[in-house]
């Protein structure tokens, strides 16, 4: 299979805009919202990004391991994301959940204690513990995954089955009627249940590749236009107790994140220095930027920065000090080898292994 420089793109993009979603979704915690067009205009945006960046993600993902499964066999597809994820997980887990934990109560500037560390939980990582999950099982179900490729699955049909499912698994939805997450050690059963059939769609999607992704590239305008529209009718009626909100949320969910990858084979299928350079970099980047976005979102708010200023200043330094971070400390060391395959040389010109 060529690269598909879309996909890669796609991948990297959703994970950088866990920056932008986690600065949005707790800059509340620290400074109150100045109106309710704010609040309402803040609350907007980590909802938009929230219903769709992870489901598009695992699609993503499921496309890619079938992809590995069917280069490198069984045991190098086992060994590649025991190597790349979960070892990667063991590594950053508690050393990250304590450094949220710390940069989160910002004690050092305000005596305040918002977050307390205990319980530990998998906090932001907890998507590598899933794909864990997922890889384990994708291999022990091979016979299952070849006879899903061997039929002919047509994209619509798989999202009307994701979006029916959300609003009627258990735990999928929170009491707010948004994507919920399962951070424990024990994850919410319906919740993986969940994501692993979005996973699986992604696998399907590699064995009817030429199909899927020419369909999400001519349908990717009309379900941008249709998440919309859907999830800004979700927006304002999330409250009313309406027994359809919950099926208007799950086709949301499934056009918002088919849009997404559709909108990058669509427009972002050539290759590029900066992209790659910033896809290699994405996995080193959500790893450590929690922690980061914390620090700026307590400075900013006690410095008297308002909300929207606190989330465009805390993205951006955030974003700055993580491709830093990885020009001088990942894409040159070891840490390259564990989390992008291959250490790259000084001055070299190459795309980074999956």
Do not use: C
Not at 161 to 189: H, M, N, Q, R, Y
Not at 201 to 215: I, P
Not at 283 to 291: A, N
Not at 298 to 318: D, Q, R
């Amino acid at each position: 299979m060529s690269r598909l420089h879309a996909l890669d793109s796609a991948r990297a993009t959703l994970l950088l805009l866990g920056v932008l979603f986690h600065s949005a979704v707790f800059v509340y915690l620290y400074q109150e919202p100045a109106s309710f067009t704010e609040f309402l205009v803040v609350t907007y945006l980590h909802q938009l990004l929230h219903v769709f960046r992870m489901p598009a993600f695992f699609v993503i993902s499921g496309f890619f391991a079938a992809y590995l499964l069917e280069a490198r066999g069984p045991r190098r597809f086992l060994g590649n994301r025991l190597s790349r994820i979960a070892l990667p997980l063991a590594i950053f887990w508690l050393p990250l959940t304590f450094a949220n934990g710390w940069a989160s109560q910002g004690s050092w500037i305000t005596g305040r204690q918002t977050f307390s560390i205990l319980p530990i939980d998998f906090q932001h990582l907890w998507f590598l513990f899933f794909i864990v999950i997922y890889s384990l099982i994708f291999v022990a179900m091979g016979r299952v995954t070849f006879w899903l490729a061997g039929r002919r699955i047509h994209p619509l049909l798989t999202m009307v089955l994701i979006g029916s499912l959300a609003p009627v698994l258990p735990g999928v939805l929170d009491k707010e009627g948004t994507l919920s997450t399962s951070t424990g050690i024990f994850p919410d059963p319906g919740l993986l249940l969940w994501y692993f059939v979005i996973f699986l769609s992604g696998a399907v999607a590699y064995h009817q590749r030429e199909f899927w992704l020419q369909y999400l590239r001519r349908s990717a305008i009309w379900f941008t236009v249709l998440f919309l529209i859907l999830f800004t009718a979700f927006f304002f009626v999330q409250d009313w107790g309406l027994a359809v909100t919950g099926w208007i949320y799950g086709a949301a969910v499934v056009l918002g994140s088919y849009a997404v990858i559709g909108l990058f084979l669509r427009f972002g299928d050539k290759p590029s220095r900066a992209m790659t350079f910033v896809a290699d970099a994405s996995y080193w980047l959500y790893l450590v930027h929690l922690p980061l976005v914390f620090l700026f979102l307590v400075v900013f708010s006690v410095s008297g920065f308002g909300a929207f200023a606190t989330i465009a200043l805390s993205s951006t330094l955030t974003l700055f000090l993580g491709l830093l971070s990885y020009k001088v400390l990942v894409r040159h060391t070891v840490i390259s080898n564990l989390l992008n395959g291959k250490r790259h040389p000084f001055g070299a010109k190459k795309q980074s292994d999956l």
